[in-house]
C-alpha cells in the first residue's frame, strides 16, 4: 500500500508501518473503515439524534450544534481508522474512489475499503437506535425519525439537490488534498478534516444536509428501512441516489482539480 492511500494529513509515523502480505494489508485497511465509519455515524448521526428527538436533552440544539458535532465526528472517526493497524481512514466511498481515479490508491483496495465505510455506517446507525432507544415511540413526527439517519432537501429539485452535492464534495475532496500539503498535515491533519467538515456545514449544508458521502447517507438509510423504529415513516429511496451519485462526481471533481492545481504525483 502506498502512503498516498492514507487522507492527507493523517498517516500514522512510519515507525509504526510494518511489511505485510497484501491480503493482511486489505483486512487491515477494511477494520480500519469499519471502525472509524463507525465511529463517524454514531458521533453524527448521534448528534442529530440528539437535536430532534423528543425528550431528549439536547432537543431543539439546533444548526450550529449539529454541524460542530459532525466536524468532531470526522476528526474521531480519522482517529480511530488510523489507529487500527493499515488504518487508511477514508470513512467515505467518494474520497476513496477519488483518491483511485488520481492515483492515490489502488483500484484494487476499493472494494474492500468500501465494503468497511458502508458496514461501518451501518453499524454505527445500529448504535445511535440502541443510544436514544426511548426516544423514538416520544417522537411522533416520522421526517424527523428519518433525518436523524440520512439526508433530504430543505427544497426538493432533484438536478439541484444534486449540483449542491458535487460542489460541496467537490471543495471536500479539493480542501482536503490540500491540507496534506502542510508540514503541519501529519501531526493536525485529523483536527483540519473536522474542521473542514465543520465549514463545509455551515456554508453548504443548508440545501440538502450535505451527505458529501454515499456511506454516511445510504448505509443509515437502510438500517432505517430495516430497524424496528416506532412510527417510523418512509425511507425516501426516490431522494437517496442523490447523496450517492452526487459526492462520487463531486468528489472525484475536486481530486482532479486538486491533482492539477497542487501538481500531485502518487
Known sequence: MSAGSYLPGTRRPDSLD?????????????????????????LGDGVVAGVLLNKSKAQNGGWIVITWAWGMAVTFGILTSVACTGGVAHLNPAVTIAWAFIGNTEWADVPQIVAGEFLGAMLGALLVFLAYMPHWAETEDPGLKLAVHSTGPAIRNYPLNLLTEVIATMMLTLCGLAIGQHEWADNFGALFWGLLVLSLGLSLGGPTGYAMNPARDLGPRIMHFILPIPGKGSSDWAYSMIPVFGPLVGGTLGAFIAKAAFDLHF
Open 18 to 42: 510494518r511489511s505485510r502480505a497484501r491480503e493482511g494489508m486489505v483486512t487491515e485497511m477494511f477494520l480500519g473503515e469499519v471502525v472509524g465509519t463507525g465511529t463517524l455515524i454514531l
